[in-house]
């Protein structure tokens, strides 16, 4: 089953647009001039139930503009989208049921009163049975550590803790699905992992699919096995990490250092007809580029080590982060 179901979904803005010096302000006065933005470009996005999946682009790209239509708050310009079965702009009332939202930047809790009080106001909002929430809520206390500070207002949390109730709070009906953007912005090492190893439990005990946009790609890393990439308002790639890595990183690199310095020739030389290139980094370091999928490193060290002293050896693969770098400096994903 389909959580969301997305078919040529389009947003267009009208912008409006002024014209130079004081003539052209005079001129805007009687006779606007409007230019039209497609936020996002007729995008085609299936995600099943239970799947978490990282949806990442640079700012601009079109990611905001896409939760905000998968959410409800914005109607599209075209296209076809159902959410948990829903058109989420008009069945907005029994769509919001179906789903938990956390943004980072935002808080869907009482500013002044206590965690608890405002965990309460959510149960009735959601109308919630007694004994559901409690057994519910009982769970995702002990769970997310927040018991301590249940009594506090929410302006004397630390982010962390805000953080952890901001997702009891999204969770505190049970959605089928959640949205969250940037959950993890601002915290600790140790708070985010604690986060990622609840959503991985939220996941993996009640089925939760989850929608993550973040900018800290290690989010996706921990949590994601699928990542689709918007830029421009276009998906540009919706795959795998793995299958990412492989299509466009850049390979391996393996830093040795010999016992002696060698002419950079004569490794060429034994290395040669392997898809790989060599740099001398001065004295007795070398960088050895290896391209990605091709040659591997025991294949190479089985043809240097009868003929050069290795005293040490790293080997360093391209992480997702320095992948999408190179994808969005390039160009070279495609859908």
């Known amino acids: 089953m389909l959580s969301i179901e997305a078919r040529e979904l ?19 006065l009687f006779d606007r001039q409007y230019r039209t933005i497609r936020a996002v470009d007729s995008i085609r996005l299936e995600i099943e139930s239970g799947e978490i999946v990282g949806y990442i682009g640079e700012n601009g790209a079109g990611k905001s503009t896409t939760i905000k239509m998968l959410t409800g708050i914005l109607e599209p310009t075209s296209g076809m989208l159902r959410v948990n079965g829903f058109d989420p702009h008009r069945q907005r009332e029994e769509f919001v ?29 959601y109308r919630i049975p007694d004994k559901v929430y409690q057994c519910h809520m009982d769970r995702l206390v002990e769970v997310l550590e927040i018991g301590s500070f249940l009594d506090q207002p929410v302006r004397k949390l630390s982010l962390g803790q ?12 049970q959605p089928r699905l959640v949205f ?16 990622r190893h609840f959503l991985r439990q939220v996941n993996r005990e009640y089925g939760t699919t989850i929608l993550l946009t973040t900018h800290d790609l290690s989010d996706i890393e921990a949590l994601c096995s699928r990542v689709v990439m918007l830029d421009r308002g276009k998906i540009i790639y919706d795959g795998d990490l793995g299958r990412l890595r492989t299509q466009w990183g850049n390979g391996q690199r393996v830093w040795l250092e010999l016992s002696e310095e060698v002419p950079l020739f004569t490794l060429q030389e034994r290395t040669r007809g392997l898809a790989l ?9 070398y960088v050895l580029h290896l391209e990605q999928g091709k040659s591997g490193v025991s294949e190479v060290l089985s043809r240097l080590v009868t003929h050069v002293d290795i005293k040490e050896i790293q080997i360093e693969e391209a992480t997702t982060e320095d992948i999408v770098r190179r994808i969005y400096r390039e160009g070279v994903a495609h859908a």
């Open 180 to 195: 969250l953007d940037e959950p993890t912005i601002g915290l600790d090492v140790l708070v985010k992992e604690n986060i």
């Open 97 to 125: 049921r179906t789903i938990g939202v956390v943004f980072g930047q935002r808080s869907q809790l009482w500013w002044d009163i206590a965690v608890r009080e405002s965990f309460r106001l959510l149960k009735k909002l």
């Open 277 to 285: 290139r060599w740099e001398h980094k001065g004295g007795r370091r």
């Open 10 to 28: 389009t947003k267009e803005f009208k912008v409006y647009r002024s014209r130079p010096g004081l003539t052209g302000a005079f001129s805007d």
């Open 162 to 173: 805000r953080m952890r109730c901001e997702l009891a709070a999204a969770l505190i009906h």
